[in-house]
């Protein structure tokens, strides 16, 4: 026995533990693409986004714009850089076209931040998604010019609607979309009612034709989720306008407009019920 060797005996690692470590390895990259795809894919939309305020942010009456207004350069998705890039400038003289540069950029990606952290049921996300495409431009026309064109905010109602129809019948039903279509109407008649009754100093028709797809994304989740974003939209603009008076940047008799309010009112109330 004493003359037997000893064998030295080599311990290895099981294959299947390597093939497992490669497969997740694999996954890892997978997923990183899958996640963020969907954020960059939003972000390939700034342009076209930007595109709709340089056309609509025109005074009322006048025709949508097509070109720089200081040389007359086309500014189109034919013609779309740098006038519809982050830096938004003509390319012909370098005037500034359109809302201020990288604002639209980093508006869109900060929608998208919060959806893709909110991750709320798809049927939603898609028509939350469809009607922010549409509301971020018609923010920034609101600031600029003080007008909600038809042009976007008839869209962005008309698919909003369409959208939650598909999710109530895809599981959903239809009492949620039924009490989203109620309090949309009921929201866009409260605002067509001030402007009625109270003239330039009550809500515009253009927030009233907002407030269809606006209300009807909120109506979706109860009958006080619309109350609650309409209160979130008054008090952001109640202290925005009382820092203006403060400041002496605007007069009592200034008018504001309420379009941004009530896009940051209705995100802000989805947020709370997601």
Not at 42 to 53: F, G, H, S
Not at 118 to 126: D, F, N, Q, T, Y
Request: hydrophobic share 55%; proline share 8%; aromatic share 8%.
């Amino acid at each position: 026995m004493r003359g037997r060797s000893r064998r030295l005996v080599r311990v290895s690692r099981p294959p299947a533990a390597t093939a497992v470590e490669s497969r997740t390895d694999h996954v890892r990259p997978e997923r990183f693409r899958t996640r963020w795809s969907r954020p960059l894919a939003v972000l390939a939309l700034a342009p076209l986004l930007r595109y709709a305020v340089a056309r609509h942010a025109v005074p009322p009456g006048a025709a949508r714009r097509s070109g720089c207004d200081a040389c007359g350069a086309p500014v189109g998705l034919t013609h779309p850089w740098p006038a519809l890039g982050p830096r938004a400038r003509c390319g012909g003289c370098a005037a500034r076209v359109g809302a201020p540069p990288a604002a639209v950029e980093l508006t869109v990606a900060a929608v998208a931040l919060v959806l893709l952290l909110a991750r709320p049921p798809a049927g939603e996300l898609i028509a939350t998604a469809w009607w922010l495409a549409f509301a971020v431009p018609l923010l920034f026309v609101d600031v600029a010019v003080h007008r909600l064109p038809d042009r976007l905010t008839l869209p962005a109602a008309a698919g909003t609607w369409l959208l939650l129809g598909l999710a109530a019948l895809a599981g959903a039903g239809a009492a949620p979309w039924l009490r989203a279509a109620a309090a949309a109407l009921g929201l866009a008649l409260f605002f067509a009612a001030t402007t009625l009754l109270l003239g330039a100093r009550g809500f515009g028709i253009g927030d009233a034709k907002l407030a269809l797809g606006a209300g009807a994304l909120l109506g979706w989740y109860g009958w006080t989720v619309p109350l609650l974003g309409l209160l979130i939209a008054l008090t952001l603009s109640g202290l925005v306008a009382l820092a203006l008076l403060v400041t002496r940047r605007a007069a009592w008799s200034s008018h504001l407009p309420f379009g941004p309010y009530l896009v940051l009112g209705t995100l802000g109330a989805l947020l709370l019920v997601w």
